[in-house]
Nanobody, 128 residues
Framework: QVQLVESGGGLVQAGGSLRLSCAAS????????MGWFRQVPGKEREFVAA????????GYADSVKGRFTISRDNANNTLFLQMNSLKPEDTAVYYC?????????????????????WGQGTQVTVSS
């Protein structure tokens, strides 16, 4: 069982930056592939970024590539999402997710279905 708690959301002007954190409970964080997703009211949740359990493999949605960076600190059970050059269309609730279904330490997932554990979300609002 993994419990995830996001933090770091807030209000920022377009062009600004935010760093989201996701603190995970338990001693097996390093075994989980992790992901960030976001959701706007009335729309489906969408993939943002993912990282393998080792941290060596990462994937991004085209809409955030080059602006967002996912990383993890396995020693401190924390996942991060550095968001730069933010745009109003990045406004959403951001969720972190964990899965133990990756067979390889280099695997990650860019769809919701493999993820077993989800945080409660943190609001990011980008003003124009």
């Amino acid at each position: 069982q993994v419990q995830l708690v996001e933090s770091g959301g807030g209000l920022v002007q377009a062009g600004g930056s935010l760093r989201l954190s996701c603190a995970a409970s338990g001693r097996t964080f390093s075994r989980y592939a992790m992901g960030w997703f976001r959701q706007v009211p009335g729309k489906e949740r969408e993939f943002v970024a993912a990282i393998s359990s080792s941290g060596g493999s990462k994937g991004y949605a085209d809409s955030v590539k080059g602006r967002f960076t996912i990383s993890r600190d396995n020693a401190n059970n924390t996942l991060f999402l550095q968001m730069n050059s933010l745009k109003p269309e990045d406004t959403a609730v951001y969720y972190c997710a964990a899965t133990g279904r990756a067979y390889l330490i280099s695997s990650y997932f860019d769809t919701e279905s493999p993820y077993d554990y989800w945080g409660q979300g943190t609001q990011v609002t980008v003003s124009s």
